[in-house]
C-alpha cells in the first residue's frame, strides 16, 4: 500500500509537476492544468476548501497519483461528492485503485452517501476501470464539455457509498 492522503500547500510543486509530466491522455486534463492559476490550487489546498480536497498517493515520498473530491455544499446535497481530475503516474492501476477506494473510505467517514465522476465517452480503460471497482452508469451527456471549437461526450458513473459497507 502507497502512503495516501490529502494535499496541503506543501504538496502544491509535486501536485504541478505531476499534472506537467504528460499523464493525461484526454483534452480536458490539459485544458484543466493550462486555466487553473498557482494561486487558485493553492487555495484548494489549504485548510480553507472543506468540501474541497486533492488526495495524493506517493511512492517513495514521490507523489504519483492524486484525485480531487468535490463534496456538494448545498443545502440537501451534502451527502454527494464529485471525483474529478484523476492523474496517476505511468497509468498505474493499482496505486489508482488504492488512491480511489481510500477516497471511497474517507467518503464513508464523512457521511459521503453517493460519489459521482465523468469520463470521457471515448475513455474506454476508464470506464472498465471505475465498474470494477464498484461504479455504475448514471448517463451520457452529449456535448459535456466544451474547449475551444471541440464538444467532449461524457459519461457519468455513480458509487453509492452507503452500499458498499463489506465490499471495500
Do not use: P
Not at 486534463?29 to 480553507?48: A, G, M, P, T
Amino acid at each position: 500500500m502507497n502512503n495516501i492522503r490529502l494535499l496541503n500547500q506543501d504538496d502544491l510543486e509535486s501536485y504541478i509537476e505531476l499534472m506537467s509530466n504528460g499523464y493525461h491522455s484526454y483534452d480536458w486534463d490539459r485544458y484543466y492544468l493550462e486555466h487553473v492559476s498557482k494561486d487558485r490550487l493553492n487555495k484548494i489546498l489549504s485548510q480553507d476548501t472543506k468540501f474541497w480536497n486533492i488526495f495524493g498517493a506517493f511512492e517513495k515520498d514521490q507523489l504519483v497519483a492524486t484525485c480531487t473530491l468535490k463534496q456538494m455544499n448545498y443545502v440537501g446535497k451534502n451527502h454527494k461528492a464529485v471525483l474529478e481530475n484523476n492523474f496517476v503516474k505511468d497509468n498505474d492501476e493499482i496505486v489508482n485503485r488504492e488512491l480511489i477506494n481510500y477516497i471511497i473510505h474517507y467518503a464513508r467517514e464523512h457521511q459521503i452517501e453517493m460519489l459521482m465522476t465523468t469520463i470521457a465517452s471515448n475513455n474506454i480503460s476508464a470506464k472498465v476501470f471505475f465498474s470494477s471497482i464498484g461504479f455504475e452508469n448514471l448517463a451520457f451527456e452529449k456535448n459535456a464539455s466544451k474547449i475551444g471549437d471541440e464538444y467532449f461526450d461524457e459519461n457519468w458513473l455513480i458509487y453509492y457509498v452507503s452500499d458498499s459497507l463489506d465490499s471495500n
